[in-house]
């Protein structure tokens, strides 16, 4: 199962992020695909944690680029990678006890739809 497809409009026009982007949606969809396979807990919880440091290995990327280049909104992007990666560690952390992957497919579905509509789009005017 494919929890989130790349689309074109994920394109930040900035080769580096989006190559990121790109790798990081293949991470969660492995991750996806272990959980419907049922595969053990402990698997999963080192995809979990791998996706975690990707996550914010990329974060630290997109934030550079963004203070480098003077960015108007680089504090609330910011702050929105910082919440993406507390909810991942919140999700990890329950789910080494309770098996909670529906909350993290929502909330990953819903940072990726939401954050590029929103904050990675205007990335576009930087990728120019």
Known sequence: MQLIEWRADFCT???SIDYEHEELIKLINALFEKAEEKKDKQNIVESLNEIYAEIA?????????????????????RQDHAKLLDEIGDITEAYES???????QQVLNDWF????KTHDARLHSIGK
């Open 57 to 77: 290995g990329h974060f630290v990327l997109e934030e550079n680029i963004m203070k480098n280049d003077g960015y108007d909104q680089y504090e609330v992007h």
């Open 13 to 15: 026009g900035i080769e």
């Open 98 to 104: 309770d098996q909670d992957i529906p909350r993290l």
């Open 113 to 116: 739809i939401n954050h590029f």
